[in-house]
């Protein structure tokens, strides 16, 4: 029984339509009203299990308008189900301004777990999984996804992205330059579909990869890229006082690089030092 006025968040099949949940499919079944992200595409997966509840748009460029009017029919007793194109609502999908409202509201808000492409694709990464941190998309612009990246120069947890196809191949190329031809990565696409894939190594192989063969960068990708490992090594005093003479002249990461060579260092953890001791 579904409590009247409330707003259900579920998550739909990001591929294998036999994914969703039966939970979700009564919830759908039984909302007065399903916003969704792109109707003609949310249409598709209510005829595959004969549902035919009224469908609504809410996606990016109408949420703020569409937000009032939802909350309108949740205040008067309606029942209404958020849903996306794939996965779960909110996680790089559309559905927070929703949310905010209705928290400001005070309308009862119920999320119906499911499927979410980030976590389905950390399962079968092979890479550690007690800490992550999920980005989202990186910018689309060069300097603010530069940015973006060094900012995992000394990440030490996995971190989780999400790619175009269009783009997943300059991305790679750009994690090459910032992070090292030798960072551990993993590429995932078209999960739980038929043409499903990972691949693991170094990000010079998967830049390789990726350029092989057309084919390979073709459907939607999930980027997981493995935190820099600790070390442990002494920073001598000679080292220090190089690095800091360096940082007078030059930027902290190129500064890094030339101790490092210098003196046999990993450059990731003198530029970690250098954070630490604001120089």
């Excluded at 509201?105 to 980030?118: E, M, Q, R, S, T």
């Excluded at 990186?138 to 992205?161: D, G, M, N, Y």
């Excluded at 002494?234 to 220090?240: G, M, N, R, W, Y």
């Amino acid at each position: 029984m579904i409590e009247s006025g409330t707003l259900y968040i579920v998550a739909t099949p990001i591929g294998n339509l036999e994914d969703i949940t039966l939970r979700a499919l009564r919830i759908l079944g039984e909302v007065d009203l399903i916003a969704a992200e792109d109707t003609r595409h949310s249409q598709r997966l209510l005829q595959h299990y004969d549902i035919s509840t009224r469908l609504t748009s809410l996606h990016d460029h109408n949420e703020s308008q569409r937000a009032t009017q939802l909350i309108e029919k949740l205040n008067l007793g309606q029942n209404i189900a958020l849903i996306s194109d794939a996965g779960t609502p909110l996680i790089s999908d559309p559905g927070y301004g929703l949310v905010c409202h209705c928290s400001a509201a005070g309308v009862k808000v119920v999320p119906l777990p499911g499927p979410c492409a980030a976590i389905t694709a950390l399962c079968a990464a092979g890479l550690a999984t007690d800490r992550f941190k999920f980005e989202g998309f990186l910018p689309v612009k060069a300097v603010a996804k530069q940015q973006v990246l060094q900012r995992l120069l000394t990440e030490t947890s996995t971190s989780v992205f999400y790619e175009s196809p269009r783009r997943v191949a300059e991305t790679v190329k750009q994690i090459v330059i910032e992070l090292g031809e030798s960072r551990q990565m993993v590429l995932a696409k078209e999960l739980t579909k038929t043409f499903e894939t990972f691949y693991s190594g170094t990000a010079e192989d998967c830049l390789t990869w990726l350029e092989a063969d057309a084919n390979h960068q073709r459907g939607e990708f999930v980027l997981m890229i493995a935190g820099e490992k600790q070390d442990q090594t002494e920073v001598s005093a000679d080292a220090l006082n190089l690095l800091k003479l360096l940082v007078k002249e030059l930027p902290l990461k190129k500064a890094a690089a030339v101790t490092a060579a210098q003196y046999g260092l990993k450059k990731n953890q003198l530029y970690q030092l250098g954070l630490e001791l604001n120089l």
